[in-house]
């Protein structure tokens, strides 16, 4: 079992930045891939950035490519994502998740969840 809690989540304006924390406790961290994904409201949830469990490979939504950047601190446990340039069209609820195996673009193949955090951009 992985538990997972998200922080940072909060209300910028455009153009400003957020970094985004996930911290990890449980079975051994280190060897999960992790993902952060996000729902805005009336959308489907969507992969935002995915990180191999060494952190060697990252992989990003064209969306978001150059504005964001996910990293890990396995020793801390902890997987992060920061975000800059932000957008009204980023207002979303964000999640970070964990796979026991490389990374994926699918929701449905990540196992454990965080409840979330809320970001919101004004514009």
């Known amino acids: 079992q992985v538990q997972l809690v998200e922080s940072g989540g909060g209300l910028v304006q455009t153009g400003g930045s957020l970094r985004l924390s996930c911290a990890a406790s449980?079975?051994?961290?280190?060897?999960?891939?992790m993902g952060w994904f996000r729902r805005a409201p009336g959308k489907e949830r969507e992969l935002v950035a995915a990180?191999?469990?060494?952190?060697?490979?990252?992989t990003y939504a064209d969306s978001v490519k150059g504005r964001f950047t996910i990293s890990r601190d396995n020793p801390k446990s902890t997987v992060y994502l920061q975000m800059n340039s932000l957008e009204p069209e980023d207002t979303a609820v964000y999640y970070c998740?964990?796979?026991?195996?490389?990374?994926?673009?699918?929701?449905?193949?990540?196992?454990?969840w965080g409840q979330g955090t809320q970001v919101t951009v004004s514009s």
């Open positions: 998740a964990a796979r026991l195996s490389f990374y994926s673009a699918y929701a449905a193949h990540y196992s454990y």
């Open positions: 990180i191999s469990a060494s952190g060697s490979s990252t």
């Open positions: 449980g079975r051994t961290f280190s060897s999960y891939a």
